[in-house]
């Protein structure tokens, strides 16, 4: 534990508000826009006449951006920049990559090192990788922002990639002991608060023997 908080320091030096695993927070900016927080994400801004500009250092976060007359509100992400106005949208930064989602208006995408310029609008999504900008995809937003209202919701998905995203909102340890479910379809909508039941019902559902012990979950 203390070399996890050591080797994070910098960023919790950085950042102006930070959650836990399992915590959402709302924020307003100094110009009106909502934040929405999610589960383990550092996040900073500043915002004057002069500048406006956040930095999301990891997690996720749903922006409500107002109309501004003035300078666009920039957000960074790793190498990534979002520029935008009158915008909702998410991004999501985490292990290097970069995601971006758009529910309303536009959004303006720059990466350091690469000269493309790239216009999301609302509907659309994008990852940004180390490679570069992937291209962009429709939205699914009923699963894709499920989050922001609470859920999380899949449709035909492999069971290791469900129990990656609980792992975001779980403070321990999800662990699958048995390979043959990893590619089992999960179809299901739950709430993002209470990602211990969603695991009992996943372990119902397929069948599984599930081990429950202080923060460690096994499925068998």
């Known amino acids: ?6 080797s994070n320091l910098p ?10 695993v399992g915590e959402r927070q709302r924020l307003q900016l100094e110009d009106g826009s909502q934040v929405l927080l999610n589960t383990n994400s550092a996040f900073s801004s500043t915002i004057n006449d002069q500048k406006r500009v956040a930095r999301l250092y990891q997690g996720e ?57 790239v216009r999301l609008t609302a509907g659309e999504s994008i990852r940004i990788g180390p490679n570069g900008f992937d291209r962009p995809a429709k939205l699914d937003a009923a699963t894709d922002l ?30 699958n002991n048995n390979e043959q479910l990893a590619d089992v379809a999960v179809t299901g909508n739950y709430r993002l608060d209470q990602p211990l039941d ?9 069948s599984a023997r599930l081990q429950e012990f202080p923060a460690l979950v096994i499925l068998n």
């Open 1 to 6: 534990l203390g070399l996890f908080s050591f």
């Open 11 to 20: 960023m919790r030096l950085q950042a102006d508000h930070l959650t836990v």
């Open 61 to 117: 976060a749903f922006f409500d951006v107002q109309p501004h007359r003035g300078l666009p509100l920039e957000i960074d992400a790793g190498r990534v920049t979002a520029s935008v106005r009158d915008t909702a949208f998410a991004v999501r930064y985490l292990d290097g990559v970069t995601q971006v989602r758009v529910q309303r208006g536009d959004v303006d995408l720059r990466a350091s090192g690469d000269n493309a310029l």
């Open 146 to 175: 499920a989050w922001v209202q609470g859920r999380l919701v899949f449709e035909n998905c492999p069971l290791s990639q469900v129990l990656a995203e609980l792992r975001r909102y779980y403070p321990g340890w999800i662990i």
């Open 198 to 206: 969603v695991v009992r019902s996943l372990a119902h559902i397929t």
